[in-house]
């Protein structure tokens, strides 16, 4: 990383070690409930816990040899002739910060939306007229259905901070809390993880500086089982690795441990965790999926890196996404990687219907970085027997503003293809730009893009 990046990243690891920079605190501390918290927690000491000499070799090291800027990039090779998909946009007219949650439903689009001061759960039907809306105390993140209820899954604060506001809802005919105090969820599951007839829910609480992975399950009172004590999970799959019948779970691990985990069921809500793949930090990862992309039985990992707003903004070569080939007892090797800035996500589908997976991909900084043309990318699955990991990569022309965060496929229209689903949020921006799109969005649509598959 370059010289402003560690001047600015330097002091803050200082708190870690008992060495506060003079004259600076933690802007966390300006929350009560967090800096209790924090407190109580010892995780930043209040005694040194090495020699100010020592200190000062560590900053001397970094401030010597981390270079000014980081290399230029090499800029990817866009087709933009993307004749699989036809653009369109849901007309529904909306004012805000734009989608935090997005799925399509028995013919219905599912969204979470966020204003500056609001947040809502809204149904639209496929012209865009609201058939639902309600509203939430904080950012709609997940949904589950269970039966005839929804379990909505609830952030809290937007702006991270270790104040535990997060929730999970219930809603019939209205939302009602069913846990709460969760620190910033951000992924959930509902499983009888230990099989004694209780449905557990199992939480990535993602924290910032506290956090952890819980499972809740009700019975006589809802009782909370630690799973994993450190902050930073951000998405969950579900599988059953053994064929035990016990249901056991992969994680992503985003913050201060970047990981893939393995969390294997041993009963009684007790689970062996095994790290499958480590990622530096200055990756940024933000999403995974597990799907067998080279078809010999079993499944590989794709892996989004492009967070980038944590710390001083820079161009980062090893943004972008990544397939790890899986060789047997989980051991994976990493076979593809192409360059997206502010890569956030993947949507996985054989999209032109030819017997193998591509990849639809999100950038949701790129926007921000001014590489518009990465806001959305997609990669077309050109393997062959010669040349195993190939993919042909194209971009829409003329995009600007995109802002995407979240990508689904779906097959919208029920023709036996699977489309693209785009949601936007413009919380990145700031001035007149998020200004330009919100007034957009607030006359004319745009806030869901759907990218409807030409192929059938």
């Known amino acids: 990383m370059p010289k402003r990046y560690w001047k600015e990243v330097l002091p803050i690891m200082g708190f870690y070690l008992g060495k506060k920079p003079k004259g600076k605190m933690l802007n966390d501390y300006n929350n009560k409930t967090a800096k209790y918290r924090l407190e109580a927690s010892g995780l930043?000491?209040?005694?040194?816990?090495?020699?100010?000499?020592?200190?000062?070799?560590?900053?001397?090291?970094?401030?010597?040899?981390?270079?000014e800027n980081l290399p230029k990039e090499t800029p990817p090779i866009l087709n933009t002739d993307v004749a699989l998909f036809k653009k369109e946009v849901l007309p529904w007219k909306s004012g805000g910060d734009g989608v935090t949650y997005l799925n399509f439903d028995e013919n219905e689009y599912h969204i979470g939306f966020n204003t500056e001061k609001e947040s809502f759960y809204i149904k639209l039907d496929g012209k865009g007229n609201v058939l639902q809306n309600h509203q939430l105390n904080y950012p709609l993140v997940d949904v589950i259905k269970n039966g005839e209820v929804e379990l909505l899954l609830s952030m809290g604060r937007m702006f991270n901070v270790d104040e535990p506001t997060g929730s999970v809802l219930v809603l019939a005919d209205k939302p009602r809390q069913f846990i709460g105090n969760l620190e910033r969820p951000v992924d959930f599951l509902v499983e009888d993880f230990d099989k004694d007839g209780n449905m557990d829910i199992l939480v990535a609480e993602f924290g910032k500086y506290l956090g952890g992975i819980h499972t809740y399950t009700r019975k006589n009172t809802i009782e909370k089982t630690n799973i994993h004590p450190k902050p930073g999970a951000v998405k969950f799959?579900?599988?059953?690795?053994n064929n035990d019948?016990?249901?056991?779970?992969?994680?992503?691990?985003?913050?201060?441990?970047?990981?893939?985990?393995?969390?294997?069921?041993?009963?009684?809500?007790?689970?062996?965790?095994?790290?499958?793949?480590?990622?530096?930090?200055?990756?940024?990862?933000?999403?995974?999926?597990?799907?067998?992309?080279?078809?010999?039985?079993?499944?590989?990992?794709?892996?989004?890196?492009g967070d980038s707003d944590d710390f001083a903004s820079a161009l980062k070569p090893y943004h972008g996404v990544r397939l790890f080939e899986n060789l047997g007892e989980n051991n994976f090797n990493q076979v593809w990687f192409h360059k997206q800035e502010g890569a956030y996500g993947t949507a996985c589908a054989d999209y032109d219907n030819d017997g193998d997976i591509d990849i639809a991909s999100i950038g949701y900084y790129a926007s921000l970085q001014h590489k518009d043309e990465e806001g959305f990318l997609y990669f077309e699955n050109v393997s062959t027997k010669d040349e195993k990991w190939k993919f042909k990569t194209y971009a829409f022309p003329n995009t600007s503003n995109n802002c995407f965060m979240l990508v689904k496929a779906k097959d919208i229209d029920d023709d036996g293809d699977m489309d693209i689903l785009l949601g936007s949020n413009s919380s990145i921006f700031s001035g007149n730009r998020k200004q330009e799109i919100d007034t957009l969005w607030e006359r004319k649509g745009g806030v869901i893009t759907i990218l409807k598959n030409t192929s059938k």
């Open 44 to 67: 930043f000491p209040k005694a040194p816990l090495i020699s100010d000499e020592e200190w000062e070799a560590i900053n001397s090291f970094y401030n010597n040899n981390s270079p």
């Open 237 to 241: 799959v579900l599988r059953d690795v």
């Open 245 to 305: 019948g016990l249901k056991d779970f992969y994680a992503l691990v985003a913050q201060e441990d970047e990981s893939i985990y393995l969390f294997v069921n041993k009963g009684g809500l007790k689970f062996e965790k095994q790290q499958l793949l480590t990622l530096p930090s200055y990756y940024g990862t933000t999403h995974f999926e597990l799907l067998d992309f080279d078809n010999d039985g079993d499944e590989d990992i794709i892996c989004s890196s």
